[in-house]
T-cell receptor, first 116, second 113 residues
Framework: NAGVTQTPKFRVLKTGQSMTLLCAQD?????MYWYRQDPGMGLRLIHY???????AKGEVPDGYNVSRLKKQNFLLGLESAAPSQTSVYFC???????????????FGPGTRLTVT | GDSVTQMEGPVTLSEEAFLTINCTYT??????LFWYVQYPGEGLQLLLK?????DKGSNKGFEATYRKETTSFHLEKGSVQVSDSAVYFC????????????FGSGTRLSIRP
């Protein structure tokens, strides 16, 4: 049981390049999330998904796209990277179908992205 | 909108000192409250949680009490260890669609031996 995994762990892009970050979870969770973490700003939600085939915008969605073709995978794409997208990206998942008291988000180890 | 404000860091303490990290929140409805911890090079882990007023969450010697009257959820530990050095995030979730969590900006804690 690996939990939540992310690939790659590190990446350097030039401005204008594209890339896809992969998040995978083996806990059969319905809900998945992509966050970015910047110094002094905590975590901000980029996009999320409440189930296979669904996606929705979070707090800071501009410049990113996502897809959830399979329940266990949630992909985050940058079509044309910008220096402002230099950040650490975290994926998380949860299964909140039972009750509010059982809620917990499980996080991946993060992807450190630098855009030059 | 819903928000979380937590004590700015960094916080540096000596081993065995008492720790308090302040957290206050603004939310409509009745949020659940959380403390997450991030150790160097890792993702976030849930440290403790409380889902209703006056609940006390506790784990690994850390405690926090859900105070509705002061809209606070301060993190405390009686005697910190070097291994507690990490970034601590206060967070809330309002029970609505998608189970989204709102995080505070994080407080970096460093413990000196």
């Amino acid at each position: 049981n690996a939990g939540v995994t992310q690939t790659p762990k590190f990446r350097v892009l030039k401005t204008g390049q594209s890339m896809t970050l992969l998040c995978a979870q083996d806990m059969n969770h319905e809900y998945m999330y992509w966050y970015r973490q910047d110094p002094g700003m905590g975590l901000r939600l980029i996009h999320y998904s409440v189930g296979e085939g669904t996606t929705a915008k979070g707090e800071v969605p501009d410049g990113y796209n996502v897809s959830r073709l399979k329940k266990q995978n949630f992909l985050l794409g940058l079509e044309s990277a910008a220096p402002s997208q230099t950040s650490v990206y975290f994926c998380a998942s949860t299964d909140d179908l039972l009750a509010r008291t059982l809620y917990e988000q499980y996080f991946g180890p993060g992807t450190r992205l630098t855009v030059t | 909108g819903d928000s979380v404000t937590q004590m700015e860091g960094p916080v540096t303490l000596s081993e065995e000192a008492f720790l308090t990290i302040n957290c206050t929140y603004t939310a409509t409805g009745y949020p659940s409250l959380f403390w997450y911890v991030q150790y160097p090079g890792e993702g976030l882990q849930l440290l403790l949680k409380a889902t209703k007023a006056d609940d006390k969450g506790s784990n690994k010697g850390f405690e926090a009490t859900y105070r509705k009257e002061t809209t606070s959820f301060h993190l405390e530990k009686g005697s910190v260890q070097v291994s507690d050095s990490a970034v601590y995030f206060c967070a809330l979730r309002v029970y609505s669609s998608a189970s989204k969590i709102i995080f505070g900006s994080g407080t970096r804690l460093s413990i000196r031996p």
